[in-house]
């Protein structure tokens, strides 16, 4: 029956393995709601007053609302919403789009329809490469948009595709200003003349007796030269003036707002987004081998596609070194389970225990839709050294009962019954360990959630195998062992077990001196402990979020002056890419120029450029990511003029926002601005601050039209009037389309450049009344110079302003609470608050829940403890060897120069469970050995000679199979060397400490029971 139950769930096991996905993280969302919307040509201020301030009073009043944060700058306002972790994101999602909907009539005519999102990492691209050809820029821009765009789209999983740079074919009509004022004709009458002149009328139906057709005016234009002849003027002498005598139309390309390379080559960027329950690795593998497929078959233009950037390669890569480090800690704890056990034959029972435990988790895996990702892999290599625990413990008893002189059958029933209260205690208590973290909110819950889960199911798996398979294959293989001199493996083992018998009467004299000492014990280890907790203050470990690895991988960015041109900017992000080329440890470097994504909506910027510079394999080069992302902004900021920012990618991707986020908020934005530039000056000189700025500047220069209103009624306009030829003539109109075949083009008007360079175009240009008369700018406006702000903040409906910084060469933790020291310092102004955001804000948040994790998961061990011994005292007993372990676990991460973290903290909770094991060992076995009369003495030292094997053999196997973890290189696995030496120092010490201080632990608290019913008989007596 059992063989039948394990073959059945290996089986469904092994299938439920062949359809999970492969993800870099747990499937998740963020509970955030973005709200965009674009009003092209409005200045920060109006976009604030007109556009973000009635989204944000109409979202205000959201269920589960956290907070509010928006930013306006010119065309765009971008809000966050943070909801609540309890939150239900899709529902908050309709709520707020039926909020928004009832106060876009208020919104400006010329503002676009508000986006709203809610933020997923599967909404982030997974592969980004470039595509070039030998063809023309607009010919290369319809080939990828009208060819292979949809090429690629038929893939299986295949999401959403953004084409950055390249040149977009767009009908120009370029209105010549004197002509206009020459014919005495207005802007607006140019777009109405090409709005009535190109467009299809239905006319409805015309019916005869036995047929019926369908009547249609044919009206729009078929090709450039119907366009240019189109009617603009019809004199009063029958003279016609045509759309080509004011304007100049031309099939010609869009302005262009965003350029692409790679490796100083123009290019096309491409962005690849998977649907949500799509295989990463499966998606990636698809398009790289239709990219392969094109290639071929576009060879005649030379196509080419050049991979800068795949979250596979790195999604494999951090699975394959799991499985690497997965394979490696079973080699080392079947020769744990060889030395100790003497037998290929033993070892081979106690290690069927991991396969059969792990291929049945993935079942679980499947019915709870868990991916193959970091966190889950991650789980399955940690638990290994865990699984071989129960069927350690089982197997160990059922041995001693052989050689007490039971049959196989016998020992095996005995050995299982005996112990099974023991193996049943050693699970549980990290069963109860971990269900705390499957229950913790926030990003940090999202993150742990699956990994608490998959520990906990393999786990209850293995000790399923060590009640049913290990006793069954133990009653049918095990057998007494006689070891002979005459062999090579009987000499080792004969010389092994002198060794530990050793160890046995050496230890037996330790723990008789240190029972007869127990103040003297006692007093060291307490020193011990403060000793380990003072590293933390004394700066030897460190504090951060979550430890990123070196992806060799970061992302430079470059801010000119606000009255950048596109021109001059990519002229300065090609000398940056010259000097980053030159260097020999750097193999790609993608450039995107013109374009920002911090607001996360790719909006054009002309003075900002980003390139993403590609390193070679961290094996062959000797500098780390960070040191030389620092050196290369060193050496860019030499050149004139140009704000520098680097910032490594770590497991997430490059994050758009700098770690230290500071928000300074205030109803007086000039008093918010004074104590921002104050914080700024003051964490400017902390070591390891980088990048220091505000996020707000001084602003853009700008034109403002003052309009004097009297005047502007007097000459029969209106605001609308003067605001939408304004538009046209500097932004140009692109409402009306070009329809050639199956594609429509945008047909663009707008003034020539030649006539929207200065000042005086904008006082120059004429406006139509009603009455039909031509007004001049200033004849009813004041037009001067003047700067607004570039960005404006808010915060929670505040106007704020954030002080960001990057860290370099220390952990973000560590420098977050010097940032906090010295801003407490500084005199705050009336009417200012102030909080910490980015990284501090999760990190603070992270450490709270594990906090709370790590509180209930010692209530749970407990509890579990009191309900199997039936008693309140003796669990205490247990307890005491969590300190212990927290000894050796933060001098582990001193000495390895480890922090912190997430994944740190993380393995602090798992030791918690895995060091009690130990601890339960002994007190089980004292309690047995006292229910036979035993005194405690006798007992301890009974139970400290009988549970040395198990405990060291347990240990032994989880600090193996930790080992590879621990010294595994790579980005992903980096981020977890942090958690693999916690368990390693938390075991050793444990190891060695509980057999001393958990026995004068039980000692103490057993004397104190004994005098207090001692007095209580005295006191019943009298």
Sequence with gaps: MIVVIFTVLSIVGIICYQRLNYNLFPKFEMPVISVVTLYPGASPGVMETSVTKPLEDAVATLENLDKIASISQEGVSFITIQLTNDANVDIALQDAQRKINSVLSTLPDDAETPSLNKFSFDD????????????????????MDDRIRPELSKIPGMGQITLVGGKKRKIMVNVKRQRLEAYGISLSQIVNVIKAGNQEVPAGEVKAKKDQFDLRVEGEVKSLDQLANLVVLSGKNGGLVRLSDVAEVTDATEEVETLSRINYKSSIGVLIQKQTDANTVQVSEEVKKMLQGLQEEYKDIDLNFIVSSDTSTFTLAAAHSVLEDLMFAVILVALVMLVFLHSIRNAAIVMVAIPLSIVSTFIAMYIFNFSLNLMTLMALSLVIGILVDDSIVVLENIYRHLEMGSDQRTAALEGRNEIGFTALSITLVDVVVFGPLSL???????????????????????????????????????????FSNETLFGRFNNWFENKFEDLKENYTKLLKWSLQ????????????????????????????????????????????????TLYNTNQITSQVEKIILKKPVVVKVFSTVGQSSTLGSNQPANNISQLTVIM??????????????????????????IKVTSTPTGLTGAADDLPIQIVVRGVDLKSVMSYANEILTTIKKIPGISDPDLSVNEGNPELE????????????????????TLMTAFTGNTDIKYREADEEYDIKIVLDQFDRRNVDDVKRLTISNSRGELITMTQFAVIQ???????????????????????????VGTVGDEIQEKVKGLKKPAGISLSYEGQLEQQAEAFTSLLLAFMIGIVFVYLIMVALYNSYVYPFVVLFSIPLAIIGALLALALTKETLNIFSILGMIMMMGLVAKNAILLVDFTNNMKEKGVNTFDALIEAGRERIRPIFMTTLTMILGMMPIALASGAASEAKNGLAWVLIGGLTSSMFLTLIFVPIVYET?????????????KEADA
């Design 124 to 143: 982030l691209p997974i592969l980004q490469f470039s595509a070039s050809s030998k063809l023309s820029p607009m010919e290369f821009y319809q080939l």
């Design 440 to 482: 913790v909110g926030g990003l940090i819950g999202n993150i742990l959630r699956e990994f608490s889960i998959v520990v906990m199911v393999s786990t209850l798996m293995s000790l399923f195998v060590s009640f049913t398979v290990t006793p069954m294959l133990a009653s049918r293989f095990s057998r007494v062992l006689k």
């Design 517 to 564: 000492h127990r103040l003297i014990v006692t007093s060291i280890i307490a020193l011990m402990l403060i000793a380990s907790f003072s590293l933390i203050p004394l700066g030897l470990i460190g504090s951060t979020f979550i430890a990123e690895g070196d992806r060799g991988e970061f992302v430079v960015t470059l801010e000119l002056d606000q009255t950048s």
């Design 616 to 641: 070679t394999d961290k094996k062959e080069r000797t500098i780390t990511v960070d040191e030389f992302a620092n050196e290369i902004k060193n050496e860019i900021s030499q050149i004139p003029g």
């Design 705 to 724: 039209v003052r309009l004097d209103r009297d005047k502007l009624a007097k000459l029969g306009l209106t605001v609308a009037d003067v605001g939408g």
């Design 785 to 811: 110079q003047s700067r607004g702000p570039s960005k404006l903040e808010r915060n929670n409906r505040i106007p704020s302003v954030t002080v960001k910084s990057n860290v370099v060469g220390r952990p």
């Design 1005 to 1017: 608290i057993d004397n104190i029971i004994l005098k207090i019913r001692k007095r209580f008989h």
